[in-house]
C-alpha cells in the first residue's frame, strides 16, 4: 500500500504508517502443533473446540456432523 503521509492541522511534519505486516512463524507449515491443541482426527489446530459428555475434545462443526449422521440412522 505503500506509506501515507497525513498533516496534522498547522504541521507540515508527515506521520509515518506502521511498518508492512510479517508472515508470523507460528502460521509456517513447519510449525508442529501442539497435540493438546489439535483436533486428533485431522490434525489440524482447533477453531471451534468443545468438551462433549466423554470427556474428550472435538472440534464443533466435525462433532455436530456425526451426531446428525448418527440420528438418521436410528
Known amino acids: 500500500l505503500g506509506h ?14 506502521a511498518p508492512p505486516r ?3 512463524p507460528w502460521l509456517t507449515k513447519d510449525y508442529e502443533v501442539p497435540k493438546g491443541l489439535q483436533f486428533p482426527i485431522i490434525s489440524t489446530l482447533f477453531h471451534d473446540s468443545v468438551v462433549a459428555s466423554d470427556g474428550h475434545t472435538y472440534e464443533r462443526e466435525a462433532i455436530i456432523r456425526w451426531i446428525q449422521r448418527k440420528r438418521e440412522y436410528v
Open 4 to 17: 501515507r503521509h497525513r498533516t496534522v492541522s498547522g504541521s507540515a511534519s508527515p506521520i509515518p504508517s
Open 22 to 24: 510479517t508472515r508470523s
